[in-house]
């Protein structure tokens, strides 16, 4: 009953075989170099995605999250700016260009001093920090792509 199914009974591949000589200790037959070649490519295309797909779900995750800090930097920033003076400050320029024109040192002053610099300060550090991770992220996207396409060639 327990030798039902004999393994004696079931076809072998020729893999399963070589494998099978060699743990007893039997010669391996030779494989020819190209597929050795295509062997050890394979295998070096399959290491190199295992530690390449932790560092792209990483990038994707970063990424979005960088890109929501981008949107609540954005949003303060608009809130900040139109509690500040400079926002009327700016609205002069389609009222009153003429008086402008005649005093643009002085406005030029006036808007610099009213700015909201921590809001803008904010807002242009998470548009780098987006523009890098993005770059980041696209550059493992394509190494990814290419070491996968690699491999199934």
């Given at each position: 009953m327990d030798k039902a199914i004999s393994s004696a009974n079931m076809p072998h591949s020729p893999l399963e075989l070589s494998i099978s000589r060699q743990l007893k200790g039997e010669p391996m037959p030779e494989f020819s170099g190209y597929l050795l070649e295509k062997i050890n490519l394979r295998l070096k295309c399959e290491r190199q995605l295992k530690t390449l797909k932790p560092k792209l779900w990483l990038a994707?995750?970063?990424?979005?999250?960088s890109l929501a800090l981008l949107t609540f930097a954005v949003i303060f920033l608009a809130k900040d700016f139109s509690q500040s003076p400079?926002?009327?400050?700016?609205?002069?320029?389609?009222t009153d260009f003429g008086v402008i024109v005649a005093n643009w040192q002085d406005y030029i002053y006036s808007v610099l001093e009213s700015l909201p610099l921590g809001a803008l300060a904010l807002t242009l550090s998470a548009g780098l920090a987006s523009m890098l991770?993005?770059?980041?992220?696209?550059?493992?996207?394509?190494?990814f792509r290419k070491i996968s396409s690699a491999a199934r060639h």
């Open positions: 994707s995750f970063v990424m979005l999250s400079s926002y009327r400050f700016l609205d002069l320029v389609f991770i993005t770059d980041f992220g696209v550059h493992q996207w394509s190494s």
